[in-house]
Structures are given as C-alpha cells and as structure tokens.
C-alpha cells in the first residue's frame, strides 16, 4: 500500500516493506487493496507507525541518511546481506579539489594527420572546452560554489547607513567636492503586531516575492514595546538637488512592473522612520555619539551576507570612479585562498595553473593583443560628415533597471579579464596564451591589463608618435569639430573632451561592427544606427556576403571595399559616405513649438568607441601587403601552406563557418543551439513589438523562446509567442531597403530622415550573425596554427611518436559549443569527458569534480 490513513491525517510512502525484516509479520496487511473499516485502519495506525519510528530512530544513530517524504528511496541491501551491486568507478578523484569557474568542461580527443599520404596519423590532439557564463570574479570566489548571492537581513544603524551613503555618494571626486545628497523614504510594505523574529521572516518574503531585483538601500525597520511591534520595509531614494526633501513623502505613482502597493503620505510620518532620515541626512555628525533611534526601534538592511562582495558591488553600482585592478585581484587572490582552506575548492585559473606543461596552448576569448597588428594610415582619405538621420536618431533612452542594480554591468570584473591578467603577468606567456576575441580590437576600454595598456600606447609610438596620437584622437571626427562651430558646449563638456585626449581607440572594422553585439544584447537602450550604412552603402544582402567574406575570411581590405558604395551620392541626394556614421555627437532634436530640427550637443551617456567605419586609418594584420583584417591574415597562412592537410583544414573552416550563416540567417529565432539563445528574438520584441516587451517578464531570453504563450506581468493575459517569428535575413533586408526608398530629399519636416526601430533591430541581428562567427572561425584557425606550429618542431616521444598537442579552451559556452561541432564532424574527434552543466540554477552548487586524468594531461592520451 501506498497510504497511511489516520483519523485526522493522509500521508504517503514508498512501498519499500523489505526495510521493516520480520517486524512487518505482525501487520496484517489487506491483499486486495485499503483497510476499509474504522478498526483496520486503527490497526494501521496503531501498529504501522511505531514500527516506522523505531526504523527512522535505528537509522539515524547509524548515521545514515533518512530522506522523508513521497521522495525517499532506501537501498537496503546491506542490511537482509544481499550481493551488493557493482559499482561503476568514478572518473573523478577524492586527492583532488573540486573546481569553480567554468560552467561545464567538454573534453576530445582525435589525431591531425600532418601530411596527406600519411599512413598513420601523426598528432594526438586533446582539446578541452571549458564553456563559461562571463561571471564576475567575486561570484567566482563565493563560498562553497556558489555564485549567485546570498541575501539576508543583516543588523544596522542608523549612523552605519550614513557612513556607507557617505562613502558611496559624497566622498570629493578627483575634479572637486560633490554637492551632498539629501535623501527620503519610500514605505513598500507595513505589518502590525509581529515580533522580531516574525518581522523579519515576513520582510524577506517580501522582498523575495515583490522586489523583482535586489536593489539598493532596503532596509527593515521594527519599532516595538516589548515583544511585539510594527515593522516597515521603506527604500531609501536620492533627492535630487532641485527637490525639496520631504521626508517619508512617497511616490505618486508605483514602480512600473513591481507589485509594491500604495500608502497614504500620513502613514509614513513615523517618529522612527523620521529619526533615521534627520540622522543620515545631517551633515555633522559625532563618529563617538550613538544613533539617535529610539531604543525600541531596530534596523536592518537587506544584503548580500557576503561582506566582501557587498562592499565591492556596492562601490562599482554606486561610485563614479572606475575599479582599481590591483585592488580587486588583491581581493581575488586572498578569497581564492579562503575558498581552498575552507571549502577545498580551486578556481579555473588555479587549475590550469598546476596541470599546464609545455605541451599545453590556451585560448582565451580575449582582445586581440597589439603584438599580431598593426596601424594603417591614408591621409588622403578624408572623413565626411554624418548623415542626417544620424544627427536626428533620439536620444538614449533610461538603462533597464534590471542593468541599474547589477554590479556586472559596469563591464569590469569579469573572471575572464582576471584571469588574462594573471597569466599576461608571466614572462613566457606568448608562447602558450592566444586570445582570439576580434570584436573590440583597438578599443581602449579592450586593454584590461596595464601590461598590455603599454604595448598599446607604444603602437602609437611606431605609428607617428606624438603626431599619430593626436591625429587619433576624438579630434579626427567631424562631427566634433561641427558640433564645437555651431554648438556653445558647456564647460564640463569641454572639460570631459579634454579628459579623452589621452584615452585612444585605434580604429578598426573589427570594432566598428563588434560594438554591435554590445548594443544588440546588453545596452539597447543606446541609439546607435547600423540600418542607413546597410541600405546606402551595402544596398544587398549579396553585397553584404561578399564584402564581410573577402574582410574577415579569405581576402584583403581594399577587396572588401570595392563591394562598398561609399562615394557618390543616392537617389536623394545624399552623400553616401555621410551614412558611414552609425551615431553623431551632434544631436538634431524636433522642436514642436518652432516646428523646426534644432542642434545641440547628444548626451553622451554611453561611449561609442567606433562612431564611424573608418576608412583613412585601420588595425591590420602585421606585415601584410595589401591590407589584411587580423582573421583573414590567419586563414592566409593556412590556405598558402606548404601542406596540403592545412591549405584543406582552412578551406574547411571558411566552408563550415559560412553553412553556418547561412543556417543562422535562414531563421535567426530558431538559432539557439550554436547561436543567440534567445537575444536575438528579444532584440525583435523590444524594436517591432514594444508593448510586448515591456508586458513580459524579460530577465531569461533562452526561457521566453522556448515558451508558446508568455504571461503579462500586470494582467491575465497571454502572448502568443511561439506563432511569433523573425524574418529570414533575405526578408529583413527588404524591409530595411523599402524604408530607406521613402526617403526624399530633407525637407526639414518631422520624421523625414529619421531610422525606424524595425529597419535597426534587423540591421543588427544580420550584422551579429556574422561578426559572432568571426570569434569562431578565428578560433579554429588558430587552433591549426598551434598544431601545425608544434608537428613542424619535430619533437617525438620515446617511442617515435609525434608529441601530443593539449588546446585549452576558455571561452562564453556558445562558441564553446560551436567549436565543438566543427571538430567532431570535420575531423571525427570523439567525446570523452563532460563535466558540470550548460545552464545552472541559481541556487546551484556549480563545482566541477575532474577526472583524474584532467589533473595529468599525459593521462588524456
């Protein structure tokens, strides 16, 4: 029987009778079914439970684990004395620590032949790929593996609030003193006649199930007499300057999305509540004195309980100062140790650390060192101004608040970038680290490492010197220059373009159409137009294969620009090159009093580093004649090989990496498995379907793509979003042209020369197919490189063998797992190994237990 049926209660069991032995003989148990009468049942009770709880007692003092509930399965085996079932021997091994960075680790082995007529394959390959998640360095580091934070309600007061107000907002900036903030309350919740204790279980659920994002400065207050009070849950807010403060005075209008609810402004007036704000806002405050709260009042704020990461994500959501590399790896370094003594867990970097040899290369998703490129430079080439449906794109709109509370979107602590710079700190680290990450090459924010930050100052030097840099800077766009004729900038602007002349992006097309993924997956609340240079100066989907194929696959610079109409002017009279411009300092904005575009300068909020497709100056390959993008010199090298094995490996590469595009631009929603997971349909949703988007619960795109009906977030109603679909990239470029043909010369009329959000989203997702591959494709071709560059060194083993080659991939899990199809079906390598997982819960303990033969790589072959 499944069911223990009692007077008052029903539970269930699982019908494992051979725990309970010959204990069991004395229940009588019904053959055919449940007891039926009172007495039988009473008999159940009264027999069948004892026993369970002399079982349940008997185990525990053996100390074995006892799982209740529908739930539990118990081997009893060891106890009737039955042969125990063999038990298959794990990969894993106990003398080792478990590890933490990667999301799972995908290990395979195969054989490169080296020549054609090769009877037997002459390099053993081992490649491991380790698919990460871009996760924060101090998430990597969190105790027991788990990276996602752990909030609680942590004891406070009210002169502790200040002071970290104080040291977040007010503190003097390198320009001078900053005004002080005056801040108020905002009362989310209220409850009466709870404890302590109660309180503060009901304020976490509270926050748990109605703040969709853990934001900052939420704090519990409990004002009580004796053991019951009331508690409070209120949201410190910055006045603003111009504000009056009026304390506790609450919002007119709700938080767009949350649930939080509504109170009446006299139920703010607390004298506790009132207390805290006169404290945190009084400018002179004793550090000796106590808080001024009343005794009976107690506060709490809600936290990270991981102190060290609250201090650190709260400088980086709050401070105007940018992160301080040797003190955040200081950081890193000392939570590593922690987390080996307390935890007897390692971090990625730790691990390849200890098993690398000289047979190991590593492949990071890095910025393409200064090193394998250099500055190309025509000064004859002159920039043209910006179009003018540039000039009039709108204005950024608000950052996503769910970007607003998360530390990782200031694009800096990334485990990644922490890692490039402990292995970039070794002397011998050229010859065994290759980053293969084009798409930002020569921006500055790119240079994640002093040590590289020199080298790139110093392409500079080559380049012209003083004179180059000059030339280089922000200076070069005419935009500037226009925009300081006619425009009187204010004396911070001015200030701020100074400050610039010092930081130097070097141009690049790798840049120019990388920055594009940014803006299509994380920041697309910037207006950045990509659609005007698609319709105007590519004018087919055609063109665009061609021109993006001889630029990055397989042919040089001016090739590629001969597929370009960049000079001449289109059928309305336009200068073609003016649409070479994706975004303007220079901001015409619609007056509807004066029926008139008026000019000013564009809030430049957000930084694009590579406003214009640059012509007069690019990064190149070193040492190529003609000009050669970084990626088309390697699959150069491959295809003019000596060996026809690698002239075939690169021609299968270009092969497979365009079956590719072709698959991904045939349906770009359905692209999940080696593409977008989902951005790009969220991409779709937020420019054609905006009341969708902004109806949904957006924080997991995979999820939303894999749904049919999507539920709104403020009625009952469904989207039907599985009958969704995003035009096929031949479609989409139609829709883009027949935008651009409306276009008459400029009138000077409202939404004459202006870019549709539909044309834009489409420009992008075609533009990211292809650029997101060229990572891939890059990759590949410098894993032959490091093949064929160790086979022709003609190292052996003992036994006459060539000496096997370990890659070692560290790298977002999509280009992990596109990497992985291309070796396993072009040249047959089999899976061994898989450890961890693709997609993790965020509750989840995310350590990697290794084979023992990941821990000694001769083991591997």
């Not at 029987?1 to 204990?23: A, D, E, H, Q, Y």
């Not at 130097?504 to 994380?522: K, R």
């Not at 190529?624 to 699959?635: C, E, K």
Request: proline residues 4%.
């Amino acid at each position: 029987p499944t069911k223990i049926v009692g007077t008052s209660s029903t539970m269930r069991v699982r019908p494992c009778w051979s725990l309970f032995g010959s204990s069991l003989k004395s229940v009588h148990l019904h053959p055919f079914g449940y007891p039926k009468t009172s007495s039988q049942r009473s008999l159940y009770t009264e027999r069948l439970i004892p026993i369970c709880h002399h079982f349940h007692t008997q185990y525990l003092a053996r100390r074995t684990r006892i799982q209740s509930s529908s739930s539990t399965h118990i081997n009893s085996r060891n106890e009737h004395n039955m042969p125990s079932k063999k038990k298959k021997s794990k990969a894993s091994s106990s003398s080792h620590p478990k590890i933490v960075g990667p999301n799972y680790i995908r290990v395979l082995r195969g054989n490169m032949p080296q020549k054609k007529n090769d009877k037997q394959p002459s390099t053993p390959v081992a490649i491991i790929l380790c698919g990460e998640s871009h996760e924060d360095a101090i998430d990597v580091t969190r105790s027991r593996g788990i990276f996602s934070p752990r909030y609680s309600w942590s004891s406070t007061c009210s002169l502790s609030i200040k002071s970290d107000i104080h040291d977040a907002f007010d503190k003097d900036d390198d320009d001078g003193p900053r005004n002080k903030k005056t801040w108020k309350y905002r009362l989310l919740k209220k409850k009466d006649r709870v404890s302590l204790s109660q309180c503060k279980v009901w304020g976490q659920k509270f926050v748990e199930d109605c703040v969709e994002e853990e934001e900052h400065w939420i704090f519990l207050v409990w004002h009580g007499v004796g053991k019951k009070g009331s508690g409070y849950v209120i949201h410190l807010e910055e006045t603003k300057e111009e504000e009056d403060a009026l304390v506790g005075q609450e919002e007119e209008e709700k938080k767009e999305g949350s649930s939080m609810p509504q109170s009446k402004s006299n139920e703010l007036r607390y004298a506790c509540l009132d207390s805290l704000l006169a404290n945190i806002n009084e400018e002179k405050n004793d550090p000796k004195s106590s808080s001024n709260l009343p005794a009976d009042v107690t506060i709490f704020e809600w936290r990270d309980t991981d102190e060290e990461a609250h201090k650190l994500n709260s400088f980086r959501l709050t401070s105007h100062k940018e992160l301080c590399e040797d003190a955040h790896d200081a950081l890193i370094d000392k939570r590593k140790a922690n987390l080996k003594l307390n935890d007897n867990i390692v971090t990625w970097d730790e691990w390849f650390s200890s098993v690398k040899d000289e047979n190991t290369h590593l492949l990071l998703e890095s910025a393409v060192p200064p090193w394998e490129v250099e500055l190309h430079q025509d000064l004859s080439v002159t920039i043209p101004e910006a179009a003018e449906c540039v000039r009039r794109l709108g204005e950024d709109e608000d950052e996503d608040s769910l970007d607003e509370h998360d530390p990782s979107s200031d694009g800096a602590g990334s485990y990644l970038d922490y890692c490039y710079r402990q292995f970039v700190a070794r002397d011998d680290f050229r010859k065994w680290l290759h980053s293969v990450d084009c798409r930002d090459l020569g921006c500055e924010d790119s240079r994640v490492s002093k040590r590289i930050e020199l080298l790139w100052e110093g392409l500079a030097g080559d380049a012209g010197g003083g004179e180059c840099r000059t030339w280089l800077a922000k200076e070069n766009n005419p935009e500037i220059k226009l925009l300081k004729e006619s425009v009187v900038l204010e004396e911070e602007e001015e200030e701020k373009e100074e400050a610039d002349k010092n930081e130097i992006t070097y141009p690049s097309f790798e840049g120019f159409f990388g920055q594009n993924t940014e803006v299509l997956y994380y920041s697309p609340h910037v207006k950045i137009a990509y659609s005007p240079f698609m319709a105007k100066c590519v004018t087919s989907l055609e063109k665009w294969k061609q021109f993006f194929t001889r630029l990055f696959f397989d042919g040089t610079i001016p090739d590629a620009l001969s597929s370009l109409q960049i000079a001449g002017h289109d059928n309305a009279g336009q200068e073609r090159g003016g649409f070479t411009h994706v975004r303007s300092p220079i901001h015409d904005a619609w007056d509807d009093a004066e029926q008139k575009y008026n000019r000013q300068a564009r809030d430049d909020d957000f930084h694009i580093s590579f406003p214009y497709f640059p012509q007069n100056a690019f990064l190149k390959a070193v040492d190529t004649l003609p000009p050669r993008t970084w990626s088309a010199q390697l699959y150069d090298q491959l295809s003019s090989s000596d060996e026809d094995v690698w002239r075939q490996y690169a021609l299968r590469a270009k092969q497979w990496v365009l079956e590719l595009v072709e698959k991904h631009s045939a349906d770009p929603k359905g692209c999940t498995m080696e593409g977008s997971d989902g951005e790009y349909f969220l991409a779709y949703l937020r420019a054609v379907h905006r009341d969708i988007y902004d109806d949904i619960d957006i924080t997991d795109p995979e999820d939303i793509l894999s749904k049919r009906n999507v539920h709104s977030i403020t009625s009952n109603k469904k989207y039907k979003l599985g009958d969704m679909t995003i035009p096929a990239c031949e479609d989409a470029f139609q829709i883009l042209l027949k935008q651009f043909d409306k276009v008459q010369p400029d009138d000077g009329q409202k939404n004459n020369h202006v870019v549709s959000e539909e044309a834009e989203v489409y420009a992008k997702i075609i533009i990211d197919i292809w650029m997101s591959l060229v990572v891939d494709f890059a990759t590949v071709l410098k894993m032959g490189h490091i093949i064929a560059s160790s086979s022709s060194k003609n190292h052996k083993t003992k036994e006459g063998h060539e000496q096997p080659v370990v890659l070692v991939l560290y790298m977002g899990a999509i280009h992990t797992r596109v990497i992985e199809t291309f070796f396993v079906e072009q040249y047959g390598f089999k899976r061994k190994y898989f450890v961890g997982k693709i997609n993790w819960e965020e509750e989840e303990v995310r350590t990697l237990d290794l084979p023992k033969s990941m821990w000694n790589f001769k083991e591997l072959f």
